[in-house]
């Protein structure tokens, strides 16, 4: 580990952390990277893809996992 990185993760875990989510009312885990202006993108989700590539506003976040 260097810097505080673990060099061996790829760049996608590096830039993406585990969130609880409020989607249409349901509480949805899903991994998001941040794209943006407030925006977030739903990379991977415990919904069997449900969710996946969903670009959702950062007031839908209430949790996340660093």
Request: with cysteine; glycine share 10%.
């Amino acid at each position: 580990m260097k810097g505080g990185l673990d060099f061996d993760m790829t760049r996608s875990d590096r830039d993406s952390s585990w969130c609880y989510l409020l989607i249409n009312g349901s509480i949805v885990i899903a991994k998001v990277k941040h794209i943006g202006s407030g925006r977030y993108k739903i990379i991977e989700d415990k919904e069997n893809g449900k969710y996946f590539d969903m670009i959702i506003d950062a007031s839908d976040i209430f949790h996340c996992n660093l």
